[in-house]
T-cell receptor, first 115, second 114 residues
Framework: KQEVTQIPAALSVPEGENLVLNCSFT??????LQWFRQDPGKGLTSLLL?????REQTSGRLNASLDKSSGRSTLYIAASQPGDSATYLC??????????????FGQGTTLQVKP | NAGVTQTPKFQVLKTGQSMTLQCAQD?????MSWYRQDPGMGLRLIHY???????DQGEVPNGYNVSRSTTEDFPLRLLSAAPSQTSVYFC?????????????FGNGTRLTVT
């Protein structure tokens, strides 16, 4: 059974700092790994999706990497801004979920970027 | 673009009452799903649908029913509300279940059962 872990649960950085959020998963048999952002009281917004055959994806100041062999994904945020403050969740789509489409979510890392 | 729209945003029910959480998407997505989010439990799949007329159970389906009469709408029905169903409910959709389809979420319905 796939398990997804995000450490740390919370992170506080000063504005302008480059930072890395970590996501680990126990089973490398995945279709894709997705990173989401959740603002308080809001739904999840899809940030990046990395397919199993890919190593990384980039969108603006965000770069997500995937290393299936080590069971790790990272989300790199360059030049962080106070507007980046939110909870970031990663989710894996296991191969055994091909029928259900069920994502396995981590618990999230709550990021605070201080001005 | 409206995306995924959920109503209501907040709801308080008494134990035993029934209600329907509405979800609609305007992206012509085949795949729709309902998750609940609870502190310490993360997001758990309740029900999902791979197209109009097709629904199936997820991880925690007990106490909930769904239907998919159109591509756009995927309502979630609570048959007899229980305090254990107090949660935040999210509807989500994607073009398909396939590997290159990101999941789009609504803003959620915060439900309290007393």
């Amino acid at each position: 059974k796939q398990e997804v872990t995000q450490i740390p649960a919370a992170l506080s950085v000063p504005e302008g700092e480059n930072l890395v959020l970590n996501c680990s998963f126990t089973d490398s048999a995945i279709y894709n790994l997705q990173w989401f952002r959740q603002d308080p009281g809001k739904g999840l917004t899809s940030l990046l999706l990395i397919q199993s055959s890919q190593r990384e994806q980039t969108s603006g100041r965000l770069n997500a990497s995937l290393d299936k062999s080590s069971g790790r994904s990272t989300l790199y945020i360059a030049a962080s801004q106070p507007g980046d403050s939110a909870t970031y969740l990663c989710a894996a789509l296991p191969l055994y979920s091909s029928n259900t489409g069920k994502l396995i979510f981590g618990q999230g890392t709550t990021l605070q970027v201080k001005p | 673009n409206a995306g995924v729209t959920q109503t209501p945003k907040f709801q308080v029910l008494k134990t035993g009452q029934s209600m329907t959480l509405q979800c609609a998407q305007d992206m012509n997505h085949e795949y729709m799903s309902w998750y609940r989010q609870d502190p310490g439990m993360g997001l758990r799949l309740i029900h999902y649908s791979v197209g109009a007329g097709i629904t199936d159970q997820g991880e925690v389906p007990n106490g909930y029913n769904v239907s998919r009469s159109t591509t756009e709408d995927f309502p979630l029905r609570l048959l007899s509300a229980a305090p254990s169903q107090t949660s935040v409910y999210f509807c989500a959709s994607s073009y398909s279940r396939q590997a290159n389809s990101p999941l789009h979420f609504g803003n959620g319905t915060r439900l309290t059962v007393t």
